[in-house]
């Protein structure tokens, strides 16, 4: 054989495999960079004793939830939630309208950064009370749908019952 052929021919293979290792890598790079981006949600429900009443909403991922869907489930219908008005709607479902109730509504189509961590329902000055644990049972036969998606756009939906707590 002549050189040049065997020189041609470990050069080629050399490339070759320089390409297969780079297309490797690149793919192994995107799916870290979804990986350490990967937004998660959760619902924690307080109820302890010594506590106000409340439900939470946590950004527990590494990246930015941008909200799709948020509402609440009961007895099989969906309650949306937008407005103060669609809580009360709600509250009153369950059977626990009244004073003493603080809302969050999250942006639906906003982010929720990493870290976040607030209340979406808290019954104020519900601690230690009569009505603690009224409220809490009332409260926990209602679920809470959340959809939501990354910054790479993959999407993930979760329903969150209070009963599996």
């Known amino acids: 054989m002549n050189l040049e052929i065997?020189?041609?021919?470990?050069s080629t293979i050399i490339a070759l495999s320089a390409l297969g290792a780079s297309i490797w890598q690149g793919y192994i790079q995107s799916?870290?960079?979804?990986?350490?981006?990967?937004?998660?949600?959760?619902?924690?429900y307080d109820h302890r004793k010594n506590n106000d009443v409340a439900v939470y909403l946590r950004s527990n991922g590494l990246g930015p939830a941008k909200l799709i869907e948020y509402e609440w489930l009961f007895n099989g219908k969906k309650f949306p939630i937008r407005t103060k008005q669609d809580y009360l709607d709600l509250l009153n479902v369950l059977g626990l309208g009244g004073a003493g109730v603080e809302f969050y509504g999250p942006?639906?189509?906003?982010?929720?950064?990493?870290?976040?961590?607030?209340?979406?329902?808290?019954?104020?000055?519900?601690?230690?009370?009569?009505?603690?644990?009224?409220?809490?049972?009332?409260?926990?036969?209602?679920?809470?749908?959340?959809?939501?998606?990354?910054?790479?756009?993959?999407?993930?939906?979760?329903?969150?019952?209070?009963?599996?707590?």
């Open 31 to 44: 799916r870290h960079h979804k990986l350490s981006v990967t937004p998660h949600l959760t619902i924690d």
């Open 107 to 165: 942006h639906i189509g906003g982010y929720i950064e990493p870290g976040f961590n607030c209340f979406l329902v808290r019954f104020s000055n519900s601690a230690d009370t009569e009505n603690h644990k009224e409220i809490t049972s009332s409260l926990y036969k209602a679920g809470i749908y959340l959809k939501y998606e990354s910054i790479y756009g993959e999407v993930r939906s979760e329903t969150h019952m209070a009963e599996n707590v």
């Open 6 to 10: 065997i020189i041609a021919g470990c």
